[in-house]
């Protein structure tokens, strides 16, 4: 059995490790649910801390979360000092955001400082960071470390502190100024309390260096701090003053050991010659390398610059150019001597430096004369400053250290980290678009790739980090961190790929074939077996020997490698040729070169066509498997040589480049062979010795005539008794004979081509042997040419070159060779013949050109003699002629018209006529017209000033001339002509002018040279359009998202267009420049609407730029980001159930789409988009099953998938498929066991734990019981004695104690604050000031309209419609439901039993709704509708009589026992706590000395009469106020009472009187505290005499504390205390129940405290207990309406079955203790005219949680843990519980009360009171919500038949008319 045991763990364990171990393919991601702030690592542990907003998580070095902790949200405002109590109202949960988190490894703690709370920090466990080692938010201003300021960026470095020869651990802070901040700039926090120091205060007192609170003079942006040689440096850029809001970055530099900041200087630096890159981002300090320490040195730009050094790299950006950004270093060693020469210039050389001021004090109005000192010992002397040497310094522009950028990139440079591999440096470069780049640091840095990864377009966070061994970096984005390899060598499979990287950290291991790091590469030692990437070199072959070889034969080769890395003996080396494979050897003589043999020629493969060699591969392997390199060998084939030109067999044998030679004999081809020889044998190169034909004669053949022709002949010996043959391609298959003649000449006879495609074409012979067909090598070429191609006519035919000898045969009328034409040639050529005109119309004034179109114009262009158009003469343009076929001309001005005496002759039009050479003559048929354009109009008339409006010009014959003669102007301005025509349309350009919008300009239409149409005034150049806003701002690659553009001036555009344009960098391959271009979807004057346009998803998206193109005007849409596509997780769910809710998951939504516009379809129906998150959508489907989508789906009725569709713009994704849940799928017979089962198996262990529990709890509670008993027993002598005293103090109460001594309130003010006072408006709700404001002439319309609608409200049909109807409106909140409610109560007042009616209908509904939903429980538990609130009330109307007659006196003797007992001890002014109380919370936790004193006190003009009055010494002012008050007024309610402001009060010790306050120039102060006065802070003695006297103006102090304490949060004033000192406060740590800490609270406060609980409670009981009496007693007095309630409901649950007594119990106790006598028992001021305090009211809880805790029926199981209250009142709980118990009971046994009864009480209760309510008031409130839900209420009632027959709606009709629009001031 053991053994079976151990081989199942075994295999779990192996099959844990495979599950566990990370995937080799992915890299290691972490997710935060919120934005991280801050990213830390501990370099011995490797482990990651992780500050996000409200969360603190610790990773794993592959960031697993190993612990996590929330931080926020928290309750705070930036107002309130902390700790943040309920006093601070204003208080709401806000975002802590990280602000700094810094490691102190030797002390195993983690500084976390967040931003609530003013930037209070807490130390936690290193080792797990749940553990929370220290916080205190009640220690002041001292412990505020960072910022409350989500921009203001904090930075810390830990740091050491020496004080009296203690060593302190500390950490150095530098933060920017946040408006409710301190303004120091840097601090030094301590990390323990030592002397008057607490944790994190600040201990250096270094006033200097901090910012000017009351003028935002220097904005500092902290981005880095660190120690280096002693010292401590911050970086940060800030302004220089108050007018200049330009940026410079500064490094300021202090020693560690510094204790006041005398150190303390500032350098700026700058990023380039000019300062362009102002604003540092980021920085890092690393060592740089061999290499680059190297060029830093040589470039003389750095100073001398070591391997071992440090240096700074920063990343800048610009606010002169903020699309770039660049990467600056600065070796530390030039930091610190250009710091050691300012200082030492200031200390000793008056802050000079080369005759120039280098240094000022920054942060200070000091002057000029800053640096006065010239002791040149002081800077040897004083290196860390000294108090009387000046400080802080800083440095003059001038003396800036500057360094030029190392790099420069579009985009932000946010975050950089720096590696050194191998003596080169690597910097990784994030960007504020999420990428992380590559750069290469040596002499020309060059960028060479990007960190894999997932680009998620999120900026990256400046913590950009190394894990310990430098191979990973994590990179930090607003939500993910992702663990990367720093290079990705592994990933390339061969050499070339491997060097194209250009990635320093791999090269090619060539003998193990892969792509490595050096050091993974095992002889990377040896020369030439790894080869560094950035070379660019692989092993390569240099040549073979023999170069190459016939396919025919076969032998050695030896390779030439020089790069060959030195082999060992082990190792062995092959050659691959293509399939054959064969040992080599490497040579001995340190040549590398390898010697292998060639594979047999049968192995080699063959000679592929059109070639004369084949290429085979070539392979060296090292060990048979390793590739060391390849190459290819060329093995040549004579025979195939002559494929290369067919006619020229041998001359292509002989001259290839294989060295072939010829043999006539067989007519072939062979490899060269010395041992052949002979005539017939020509060799290698010699194609001279060919036998061949050459030299035709004649050269130009023309075609169709049959030319003999001849050529030459050599080397054809062996031909000589052949028979030739000789033919073309253009011979058609025909050969014709070869004529031999003497002299080695030939010829043949010709033959009559035929070719009509071009003019000429080159025609080549070959010729064969008739015998063998064998072809002898011919080089015969010969130019066909065809006369009449191009040559249409006479002229052009004359024009023809003399040499081809074309003829123009009149016969054929066309163009042959001369022989062709059998007719003799005419000597000139026929009449010129015109065919066209160009244009047919011309302006009266000419100067335009007229092209005329015809044949046989001229030879040339002197040919051309004479041309008249219409009668006028027309100006020959030679330059424009084109032989016989075109003639260009410019005419003159048209004739004028003779006078009107002679006849007219239609003159202004005519032909045009030409004369040519030889006085040959041609006349158009085509008429050639004069007229006169008039452009008349112009549309549109305006348009933007720059340009780019298409404008038409109409008018008559304004198609005169030519497009190319006209030109249109604007005022001046060209306008680009279009389109000519009977219209003429052309594009405005620029308007140049400086008036926007112009005047009214004239449109010029120039015709020709002599022709200008104005048509006046007709444009204006109007303001460009201006786009003011766009949204939203981004989109998905793929588009179609919907932009509205916002500006002005939109309609005076014509074409508006979204483009987007990529801008190349280096990684961007585009060549062509792409544009995507998107026109609008909607246009006005004010908006314009795009759809985004889709862009290509293989450009890269950050360099896209968005342009809206407006006709001319370009506006780039600044900001506008593109997103990738978002990527969808597969559905986890598919199945739709009742709830119809889908949730896709996946990763990138919410970047470029929101919930409204994003769609989603299933099957065809649209889903509706509930919530977009960035990686998750919820929808919802459509109740019912929709059609499938597609024609396909729906054939396909196998199953019920329907295809789940999500589109974002133009981009479509099909995330799964889903189905509809069948009810009746799964059957019966399995779901009964199903469930069975496992609730038996629930069943029997919730048993077996219930037992086990409550035998614990019985244990628990004999034991808790047993303490109680004991420590009453303890206090019992003392509760004896205090209540002896108490009695005996309220005897002199109770005494005169009648019903008219009570200060009862009359009913108008009880109902009014019971029903009204929790409204959000409390004592200023319109119900209880009765005011609204109604026009005099308004108001008796108003009044009667009330008075109907009063009646209307009457109506019950109306009234349940009008609640039914609001109830069902989702926005008709709770608050609103119980506002309703109170206001028809009072509404309804007059009418009492009508109101109990509709209670009880609607109570009914309430009730069957609640029973069957199966949780009648839940009944009346909350009033969260009309009816539960409208009981509330009515229990109210119906105990108000109770109250005055028989409950009113025990609660009333209760208040005054339980004020009396509270302020008979010390009370905290401040804390409100109290030495005697219920409230364990509310215990004042010191033992505060005091003694009682009788004050004699005289109010001022009420006679001489004297009142003692007792007060404690400790009191404050305002307390001994309040106690006067109360004892000189007992006899007045407290309403009628002067108030605390209002009165002052004197004290006369001796001849001059002091007026006490709280707090004035004598109060006390202990370090930034003031102690508010009391009277032993005056000296008052027992039996002093007081003046009380009224004043008409008073401003008490405390009084107006809290508002003050806002306002002057940073004064010291501020910060007052009573008793006890906030920071003495106990912390009260709300750390988990049962933590260890509660744990020892919790006794600490039973075994000191609760004795005094116990003892105040002992004084009180005969108290408590008669009240309880008073309300729970059945055999005295029961008002009429609880019996008449309870029997209704105990009616109800025998109506319903499944109501128990448990759940009628608790609808009883919901109805009357819970909802009306809990309420009075808090609120005593409800019915009783008395003020109640918050000590008071602390107890009152007490009491009235015990009055629940009886009323309820569960059994309460006490232990340890539970609170102090419950343990208080433990022994009576049961006792009470019998009495609401028996009290039930006897309600049940009472004579019952008839609704007659009922309804004649009530009537009463009307009767009385309601004429003293603001019924009216209540009415036109209620109206108020008919008005709001108008048409829902019209529509409701006239879909309830009863209402129709009532003619309701009309009713509410006629009311809404008399009192809508009227009132609307209200």
């Known amino acids: 059995m053991m053994e079976r045991w151990w081989v199942w763990r075994c295999v779990l364990v192996a099959l844990a490790t495979i599950h566990l171990s990370p995937s080799h393919g992915k890299n290691a991601e972490f997710l935060s649910d919120t934005l991280i702030n801050n990213v830390v690592a501990n370099p011995s542990t490797g482990r990651l801390y992780v500050g996000a907003v409200n969360a603190l998580y610790q990773l794993t070095p592959d960031l697993e979360v190993d612990s996590r902790t929330e931080t926020g949200p928290k309750r705070d405002n930036r107002q309130c000092t902390p700790p943040v109590t309920d006093a601070c109202e204003e208080a709401v949960d806000t975002d802590n955001h990280n602000k700094l988190l810094l490691i102190h490894e030797a002390r195993d703690v983690l500084v976390v400082c967040g931003s609530v709370f003013r930037g209070i920090c807490s130390l936690r466990n290193l080792s797990n960071v749940e553990h929370l080692l220290y916080f205190s938010d009640t220690k002041g201003e001292k412990s505020y470390v960072a910022s409350a300021e989500e921009s203001v960026s904090v930075v810390g470095v830990m740091s050491y502190f020496t004080k009296d020869k203690d060593n302190f651990t500390v950490f150095l802070v530098g933060k920017g100024y946040g408006s409710h901040d301190s303004t120091k700039l840097i601090s030094t926090r301590i990390l323990q309390d030592y002397g008057d120091w607490v944790v994190f205060d600040s201990i250096i007192e270094a006033s200097a260096v901090q910012a000017n609170p009351f003028v935002l003079r220097y904005l500092h942006d902290f981005r880095f701090a660190f120690k280096d040689g002693g010292f401590v440096y911050f970086l940060f850029s800030r302004t220089l003053g108050v007018q200049d809001t330009k940026n410079f970055t500064f490094i300021s530099r202090m020693c560690e050991n510094d204790q006041g900041y005398y150190s303390y200087t500032e350098l700026q630096l700058n990023c380039s010659a000019t300062n362009k890159y102002n604003k540092v981002q980021a920085a890092y300090v690393a060592e740089p390398g061999d290499v680059l320490a190297l060029y830093m040195t040589t470039s003389g730009r750095y100073g001398p610059v070591l391997a071992s050094d440090k240096v700074l790299f920063v990343t800048f950006t610009s606010d002169e150019d903020p699309s770039t950004s660049a990467m600056c270093m600065y070796p530390l060693r030039s930091i610190n001597k250009r710091l050691v020469e300012i200082i030492g210039a200031c200390y000793s050389d008056s802050g000079i430096i080369n005759e120039k001021a280098a240094v000022y004090s920054p942060y200070s109005s000091k002057s000029e004369e800053l640096c006065i000192s010239n002791n040149q010992n002081n800077m040897a002397k004083f290196k860390c400053g000294e108090e009387f040497l000046p400080s802080p310094l800083a440095s003059k522009a001038e003396f800036a250290l500057t360094s030029e950028p190392s790099l420069v990139r579009k985009g932000h440079m946010t975050a950089v980290a720096v590696a050194v591999e191998m003596g080169h440096a690597v910097a990784f470069l994030g960007t504020a678009t999420g990428e992380v780049l590559k750069v290469h640091l040596s002499a020309h840095p060059e960028v060479y790739g990007r960190v894999p990864g997932e680009v998620t377009g999120d900026k990256v966070n400046k913590n950009l980090l190394f894990d310990s061994s430098h191979q990973h970096l994590y990179i930090t984005t607003e939500k993910k961190i992702t663990k990367v390899p720093v290079q990705a060598c592994h990933l390339k499979t061969d050499c070339h790929s491997c060097v194209s990287m250009k990635d320093p950290y791999c090269g090619w291991c060539v003998l193990e074939g892969k792509c490595t790091k050096k050091q993974d590469c095992s002889r990377s030692m040896e020369k030439n077996t790894w080869l560094w990437s950035p070379d660019q070199q692989c092993v390569q072959i240099q040549s073979f020997i023999p170069p190459n070889l016939s396919c025919k034969k076969t032998q050695q080769v030896d390779i030439n490698i020089p790069t060959l890395p030195r082999l060992r003996p082990s190792d062995s080396l092959q050659c691959v040729f293509d399939t054959f494979t064969t040992r080599a050897v490497m040579s001995v003589d340190g040549q590398r070169q390898v010697t292998c043999s060639l594979p047999s020629p049968e192995e080699i493969p063959p000679t592929p066509d059109q070639q004369d060699y084949v290429s085979v591969p070539v392979k060296v392997l090292v060990n048979n498997k390793i590739e060391v390199t390849s190459g290819e060998y060329h093995f040549y084939n004579c025979a195939a040589t002559v494929r290369k030109n067919q006619n020229t067999p041998c001359i292509a044998c002989v001259t290839s480049e294989w060295g072939c030679q010829w043999n006539a004999q067989d007519h072939s081809c062979s490899d060269s062979d010395d041992s052949v020889g002979g005539n017939l044998i020509v060799k290698p190169q010699q194609p001279d010795g060919c036998p061949q034909f050459e030299s035709p004669e004649p050269q130009l053949i023309p075609v169709g005539f049959k030319i003999p022709i001849s050529f030459q002949g050599r080397n054809l010996d062996f031909y000589m008794d052949q028979t030739l043959a000789i033919g073309t391609e253009l011979m058609k298959h025909v050969e014709e004979e070869v004529i031999q003649e003497p002299g080695s000449k030939f010829r043949f006879t010709g033959y009559e081509f035929a070719y009509d495609k071009q003019q000429e074409v080159n025609v080549s012979f070959h010729i064969k042997d008739r015998d063998t067909e064998r072809k002898i090598d011919s080089t015969l070429t010969v130019v066909l040419y065809n006369c009449s191609v191009g040559r249409e006519d006479c002229s052009l035919c004359k024009h023809a070159d003399a040499k081809y000898q074309c003829v123009w045969c009149a016969t054929s009328r066309t163009c042959v060779y001369q022989g062709l034409c059998p007719s003799p040639q005419p000597e000139q050529c026929p009449n010129p013949e015109i065919t066209d005109i160009i244009p047919h119309f011309g302006p009266l004034n000419g100067r335009i050109s007229v092209t005329i179109k015809g044949s046989n114009m001229g030879i040339k262009k002197e040919d051309i003699r004479k041309i008249t158009v219409a009668g006028v003469d027309c100006l020959h343009q030679g330059d424009r002629y084109s032989v016989s076929t075109s003639v260009v001309c410019e005419i003159g001005p048209a004739r004028r018209l003779p006078p009107s005496d002679l006849p007219v002759e239609p003159s202004n039009s005519g032909p045009v006529e030409i004369e040519v050479e030889g006085g040959r003559r041609g006349t158009s048929q085509v ?133 987007v344009l990529p801008s190349a960098d280096e990684f961007s391959q585009a060549t062509a420049p792409v544009e995507f271009v998107q026109d609008t979807l909607s246009k006005n004057d004010t908006v314009l609407q795009f759809y985004s346009p889709s862009v290509n998803r293989s450009l890269d998206i950050q360099s896209l730029r968005t342009i809206l193109q407006l006709d001319n005007v370009m506006e780039e849409l600044k900001n506008f980001d593109y997103h990738p596509d978002p990527s969808f997780n597969e559905l986890a769910k598919n199945v739709i159930t009742e709830t119809s809710i889908i949730i896709v998951t996946g990763r990138g939504f919410s970047k470029a789409m929101t919930a409204k516009e994003a769609q989603a379809f299933v099957g065809d129906a649209s889903c509706h988009v509930n919530i977009l998150q960035d990686d998750k959508l919820i929808l919802e489907a459509p109740s019912s099953q929709p059609r ?76 808790v019981k047993h303490q109680l008993e004991n420590l009453e027993e303890s206090v019992r002598d003392r509760c004896k004695k205090e209540f002896t005293d108490l009695m005996i103090e309220m005897e002199d109460h109770t005494s005169d104690l009648s019903e008219a001594r009570i200060p009862f309130l009359d009913y108008k003010t009880y109902t009014d604050r019971n029903f009204f006072l929790p409204s959000k408006d409390g004592a200023n709700d319109t119900m209880i000031t009765g005011k609204i404001q109604i026009p005099e002439a308004r108001r008796a319309i108003v009044a009667q309209a009330l008075n109907q609608f009063s009646n209307l409200l009457n109506s019950k049909t109306f009234l349940i419609n009008f609640i039914h109807t609001l109830e069902s409106r989702p926005d008709f909140s709770a608050r609103a439901r119980g506002y309703f409610a109170s206001l028809l109560t009072v509404a309804l007042h007059g009418k009492l039993e009508y109101y109990t009616d509709i209670m009880r209908t609607l109570l009914l509904e309430l009730m069957d709704e609640h029973v069957q939903s199966k949780n009648p429980k839940l009944m009346l538990r909350r009033s969260e509708t009309v009816v539960e609130r409208m009981l509330c009330n009515w229990m109210s109307i119906c105990l108000y009589q109770f109250l005055r007659d028989t409950a009113g006196e025990p609660l009333y003797k209760l208040f005054k026992a339980l004020k009396h007992q509270v302020e008979k001890g010390p009370v905290d002014a401040k804390m409100k706590k109290a030495k005697y109380t219920l409230n364990d919370t509310g215990l004042l936790g010191d033992d505060v000395e005091y003694s009682v004193l009788t004050l004699q006190v005289l109010v001022h003009g009420e006679g001489p009469d004297v009142t003692p009055v007792k007060v404690l010494n400790c009191d404050t002012i305002s307390q001994v106020k309040e106690k006067i008050i109360d004892q000189v007024y007992r006899n007045l309610p407290y309403s009628q009472r002067p108030k605390v402001e209002s009165v002052a009060l004197e004290w006369r010790p001796g001849s001059t009187g002091q007026i006490l306050s709280d707090l004035d120039l004598t109060s006390q102060k202990e370090g930034r505290w003031k102690r508010l006065n009391t009277l032993a802070h005056y000296n008052v003695r027992d039996n002093a005499t007081l003046v009380l006297s009224r004043v008409l103006h008073t401003q008490s102090f405390h009084q107006h504390q809290d508002s003050h304490e806002e306002k002057n949060a940073l004064l010291e004033d501020d910060n007052t205390f009573h008793l006890v000192r906030p920071a003495d406060e106990i912390d009260e740590v709300k750390s988990k129940r049962g933590s260890m800490k509660d744990k020892a609270m919790t006794k600490a406060i039973t075994e000191i405290y609760l004795t005094r609980l116990l003892s105040v409670k002992g004084t009180l009981q005969q108290f408590v207990d008669d009240f309880f009496r008073s309300v729970l007693c059945s055999s005295s007095v029961v008002p009429p309406a609880v019996k008449y309630f309870f029997d209704f409901l105990d009616e109800q649950a025998l109506r319903h079955d499944n109501v128990d007594e448990e759940t009628l119990h608790i609808w009883k106790t919901n109805s009357l203790p819970l909802r009306f006598w809990v309420n009075i028992l808090r609120n005593p001021h409800f019915i009783l005219d008395v003020h109640v305090t918050e000590v008071v009211d602390a107890s009152l809880h007490v009491i009235a949680q015990t009055f629940m805790d009886a009323c309820t029926k569960t059994e309460h199981k006490l232990s340890r843990e539970s609170p102090s209250n419950k343990l208080l009142y433990a022994k009576e709980i049961s006792t009470y519980k019998k009495m609401v118990d028996d009290y039930y009971k006897g309600i049940r046994q009472m004579v019952p009360v008839s609704d007659q009864d009922m309804n004649t009480h009530l009537a009463e209760v009307s009767r009385q009171h309601t004429d003293k309510l603001n019924t009216q008031v209540a009415l036109h409130q209620l109206y108020q919500y008919a008005s709001k839900y108008y048409d829902v209420i019209i529509q409701s009632l006239d879909e309830d038949p009863a209402a129709q027959n009532k003619q309701l709606t009309l009713r509410l009709q006629q009311i809404a008319a008399a009192l809508e629009n009227k009132v609307t001031d209200l």
């Open 1188 to 1263: 499938a989508r597609s024609k396909r789906h729906r054939r396909d009725t196998t199953n019920d998938l329907l295809e789940l569709v999500v589109k974002f713009g133009h981009g479509e994704w099909l995330v799964g498929s889903v189905y509809y849940a069948r009810k009746d799928d799964i059957p019966l017979a399995i779901i009964i066991p199903a469930v069975l089962v496992p609730m038996l198996l629930f069943i029997a262990v919730s048993v077996y734990c219930y037992r086990r529990k409550s035998q614990q709890a019985e244990r628990e509670y004999e034991k």
């Open 927 to 1059: 008429m050639f017209i004069y007229r006169d354009p008039k452009p008349m109009s112009v549309h549109p008339g305006k348009g933007p000033a720059a340009g780019g409006t298409m404008i038409t010009i109409e008018g008559e014959d304004l198609d005169t001339a030519t497009k190319d003669d006209i030109a249109v102007t604007v005022g001046g301005v060209p306008c680009d002509v279009l389109s000519f025509g009977t219209k003429i349309t052309c594009k405005t350009g620029r308007y140049r002018g400086q008036k926007v919008p112009s005047d009214p300009l004239t449109v010029t239409v120039k015709y020709g040279r002599n022709t200008t149409k104005d048509v006046p005034a007709a444009y204006q150049y109007s303001e460009n359009p201006k786009v003011s806003d766009y949204y939203p701002k981004a989109s998905f690659v793929c588009g179609g998202r919907r932009i509205v553009v916002v500006g002005n001036g939109f309609d005076l555009i014509q074409k508006a267009t979204m483009k």
